[in-house]
């Protein structure tokens, strides 16, 4: 590791502008603090109004950066293996949104697995792209999808050449990559780029049990999440570029397009003195993160009626590898939902789950966690057991995640529609949606606009409202009614 990962030229730079005690006539109004309300100011400490600045000369512009955002996006491009790293303030979505915007062109055709975060989807509209999706592996006990598979890519990619590019999601939500490395071998034969949603793989290039990051695997882009997992500030985030296909100029200026021009130089800070923490302690404290995960798990799995999978993931063929840090619960003999179990989990315990779903609860064990915290989770973990445990009761069968849909329109075409009306969910069947229906978290759109409405879909849109879970999306703000195009 090199002395230079040690410093920290923005954060640097930040702090030798607040010791000269400037007199601010710009904004934030704020002007150091003063003119906030005094009991925020007394929790956050007045001393992050110090620096809470915007691109006055001597801090650099993150829109044309020249000094210091430069020296420090250089020093994160070095730590993640990159040609170049952009600095997100706008969290990861932006840098998604970017990665796309930059390749695609209005009719291009991009490959994607179907269970894309919805600012893939944002993309898509943004750039009039042509969605190529691939449905992910879904896990018959779980209930959850996974990722695609090798075959998947190379039989999408025989019967679509004229692709402009490829989007992975390494890992997705629960923690499952693909052979990202296979499939960057396979999409260099048909010279496209490999764009990655690395939003929770902010890690990977720290250790050797962790999955290989997607640069270092060759991808071409990749947003990735330090906010998620990597311990910085949330909405702080990177888009990371190997210059091999890609034009470092191009991507920068959509990233212009894309991101406000009142920059957060707190954000932007955390970012600096975070991969400066990961360059200097990262691969000892994700050390500690994972004998700490791998702890939990075995504990969990003694827990009657939970049970939280890792090598059994294996048996699917889209999953390449797992990130052991996340551990996905599932409630296998329990007479309550996910969604129900995260709840009680809050109201007994205390405990905030990373998301909850109809079957299952994901808790991230990360670099911020320690015994006592594992601790406080087995403990309610286990009372949670003791209260819904039911040894004799036969599994409720739910309803599993409906197909690949039809894709009758572009999602940008679909979105713009003129011929548009609402009809309740159960009427809207074999219509095509104009809008997208997401429960977030994961994120995951159901329906996308442009696709066509199944049976499926809606009794799988009721079955999460019924559970509780935050379905959103469409226009109705109660999703009792969807738009579609008539
Ligand atoms: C797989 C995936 N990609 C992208 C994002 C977007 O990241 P952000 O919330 O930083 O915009 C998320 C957020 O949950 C995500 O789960």
């Known amino acids: 590791m090199s002395n230079q990962q040690a410093n920290t030229p923005l954060f640097t730079t930040l702090l030798n502008h607040a010791k000269k005690q400037p007199v601010p006539f710009h904004i934030p109004g704020h002007k150091k603090g003063k003119g906030v309300d005094p009991e925020f100011r007394a929790f956050i400490g007045s001393a992050a109004f110090q620096i809470d600045l915007i691109n006055i000369s001597p801090l650099d512009d993150l829109h044309h950066p020249q000094a210091t955002i430069q020296e420090a996006q250089e020093l994160a491009a070095h730590l993640f293996h990159a040609d170049h790293t952009f600095f997100s303030v706008q969290g990861t979505s932006t840098a998604i949104m970017t990665m796309i915007l930059s390749i695609c062109k209005p009719g291009d055709k991009i490959i994607v697995p179907r269970n894309i975060h919805k600012s893939v989807l944002s993309a898509l509209i943004l750039a009039d792209a042509i969605p190529i999706f691939i449905q992910a592996e ?75 990051s997607a640069m270092e695997a060759g991808a071409d882009l990749a947003a990735t999440s330090l906010h998620k997992l990597g ?22 200026s959509i990233f212009n397009m894309m991101t406000t021009t009142s920059t ?41 009626g939970l ?18 840090t996340k551990l ?34 994901l808790c991230i064990i990360s670099i911020g966690d320690d015994q006592e915290s594992i601790n406080q989770l087995l403990f309610a973990l286990r009372d949670l057991s003791s209260h819904f445990y039911q040894q004799s009761q036969n599994r409720v069968q739910h309803i599993t995640i409906p197909d690949l849909p039809e894709l009758v329109m572009s999602p940008r075409e679909a979105f713009y529609h003129t011929q548009v009306r609402s009809l309740p969910l159960e009427q809207s069947i074999h219509y095509v949606s104009a809008e997208s229906i997401t429960i977030y978290p994961p994120g995951i759109p159901i329906l996308l606009p442009g696709e066509r409405i199944t049976r499926e879909h809606i009794l799988y849109i009721k079955e999460n409202l019924e559970a509780g879970l935050p379905v959103q999306g469409t226009l109705d703000p109660e999703v009792t009614t969807i738009r579609v195009i008539y």
Not at 165 to 181: D, E, M, R, S
Not at 268 to 285: K, V
Not at 307 to 324: A, F, G, I, N, R
Request: charged share 20%.
């Open 138 to 212: 879904i896990d018959k006990e779980l209930l959850i999808s996974h990722n695609i598979t090798t075959e998947q890519v190379e039989q999408t990619l025989k019967q679509h050449p004229d692709a402009k590019a490829i989007l992975l999601i390494h890992p997705t939500y629960y923690g499952v990559v693909c052979n990202i490395v296979e499939v960057v071998k396979m999409a260099q034969q048909y010279h496209i780029p490999v764009l990655v949603d690395e939003a929770h793989g902010a890690l990977f290039s720290f250790h050797k049990d962790l999955p290989i």
């Open 231 to 252: 311990g910085s500030l949330t909405q702080s985030s990177l888009l990371n570029l190997k210059q091999t296909r890609v034009n470092p100029q191009h991507v920068q």
């Open 264 to 304: 957060s130089y707190l954000l932007l800070a955390s970012l600096d003195t975070q991969r400066r923490y990961l360059a200097l302690y990262g691969r000892q404290s994700i050390d500690q993160t994972l004998q700490l995960a791998k702890y939990a798990r075995d504990e969990i799995n003694q827990i009657p």
């Open 307 to 324: 049970y939280c999978p890792d090598e059994q993931l294996y048996e699917y063929h889209s999953v390449h590898q797992v990130d052991p």
């Open 328 to 361: 996905i619960i599932h409630l296998e003999q329990m007479e309550i939902t996910g969604h129900e179990a995260e709840i009680w989990l809050r109201q007994k315990h205390r405990i905030e789950v990373e998301l909850s779903d109809l079957h299952n609860i």
